[in-house]
């Protein structure tokens, strides 16, 4: 919005030329979210206690500890992260870009989802939520779309194609094939940050690490020159989305300030699944699909932990891991819940460094 109204008024004010710059608009787009949280943060989770009382419903067959620790936490504080994400997106971004309402509306159709999943929680006062059919029917049909809004908003070659990591020249061409692909790394990447959310502060910081590593990444695909340089695969007007990824890290920041351990509010469902949701949808734009595969390798990994786990319980009768997802395992093990986020954040940021770095090896 800024960037619609003040840009054009640059030759009578110069330093409205500031909005032109991306890195500009992403570093405001940061600040501004940051700032949102800090503000409606308190009164929002004292809302939000007040309203649920006992908070958000624990897992009976969960870890022991949890009965003690999370227990009257309330949860929905996703809203706190998409309040202060959607609106320092439409403060600083150029609202003509279809980029950006592509993924803010995957974010917001995600966190709707989610918060009809919370909501159900918190009023029956038990775990069960949306079922599981009707969640996942949701999900795939905005993720359809948005994955046919993207190909028809990109031409040939880069339409329906997928880019491969390390290989520069390399497009596959899926056709029409592309849309289930896309539907599968969208909502793949939303059920996997939900799998990660366990913890406080568990899921969070990994999310603000791949936002970080895909506003690098969305900057350079969409600037010609530094694609060309880099050698990946330019797709014009993607560059916008470095300003909705530096939103949502400094909504990230804002949201772990009151999530920190002993958190004070719980993501839930509205957070978890809206924000694993945006990271699809700006791969998918992007054409960096695998690489999340390698950024978001944390919520891989929990994922393919859950996956183990039920595939070996019901083919065996043996369970591979104490408890899954895979945090839980840890916890089991006897380490302590501090020491395990700590250590998966380090992983997350490992991963995040790897997946930078496939913008340089060609």
Not at 66 to 79: A, D, E, Q, R, V
Not at 149 to 177: D, T
Not at 268 to 277: H, Y
Not at 322 to 334: D, N, Q, T, V
Request: with cysteine; hydrophobic share 55%.
């Amino acid at each position: 919005m800024l960037y619609n109204l003040l840009y054009p008024l640059a030759d009578q004010v110069g330093v409205f030329n500031l909005f032109k710059y991306l890195t500009f608009r992403t570093g405001g787009a940061v600040v501004t979210a940051l700032l949102v949280a800090f503000l409606i943060g308190p009164a929002l989770i004292t809302w939000l206690r007040k309203w649920q009382k006992q908070g958000q419903p624990i897992r009976l067959d969960g870890p022991e500890s949890h009965l003690l620790t999370k227990k009257g936490t309330p949860t929905m504080g996703g809203f706190l992260i998409l309040i202060a994400l959607v609106v320092a997106t439409l403060l600083w971004a150029d609202l003509r870009s279809h980029y950006v309402w592509i993924v803010l509306m995957v974010t917001l159709g995600y966190g709707l989802i989610g918060f009809l999943d919370d909501f159900l929680k918190v009023s029956k006062k038990n775990t069960k939520g949306l079922p599981g059919k009707l969640k996942l029917a949701g999900q795939i049909a905005i993720a359809l779309i948005a994955a046919g809004w993207v190909m028809a908003l990109q031409r040939e070659p880069m339409s329906g194609a997928m880019a491969v990591p390390f290989l520069k020249a390399v497009l596959i061409q899926l056709g029409w094939l592309y849309l289930p692909f896309a539907v599968l790394v969208v909502v793949g990447a939303s059920n996997a940050v939900n799998l990660t959310d366990g913890l406080d502060g568990l899921a969070i910081v990994p999310v603000m690490i791949a936002s970080g590593v895909f506003a690098v990444i969305a900057y350079l695909v969409g600037h010609a020159v530094f694609a060309n340089y880099l050698q990946i695969h330019y797709v014009a007007g993607s560059g916008e989305l470095a300003v909705f990824c530096g939103a949502l890290v400094g909504a990230g920041l804002g949201f772990l300030w009151f999530n920190a351990p002993p958190a004070m509010v719980f993501m839930g469902d509205t957070g978890s699944l809206a924000m694993g949701g945006a990271l699809g949808a700006v791969s998918v734009v992007t054409k960096h699909e695998l690489v999340l595969a390698i950024v978001g390798g944390l919520f891989v990994l929990e994922t393919v932990s859950v996956i183990v786990q039920v595939v070996s319980f019901k083919l065996t009768g043996k369970r591979v891991f104490r408890m899954a997802p895979l945090h839980h395992h840890f916890e089991k093990k006897g380490w302590a819940e501090p020491t395990v986020v700590i250590r998966f954040w380090i992983i997350a940021s490992i991963l995040g460094l790897a997946g930078l770095a496939t913008l340089k090896l060609r």
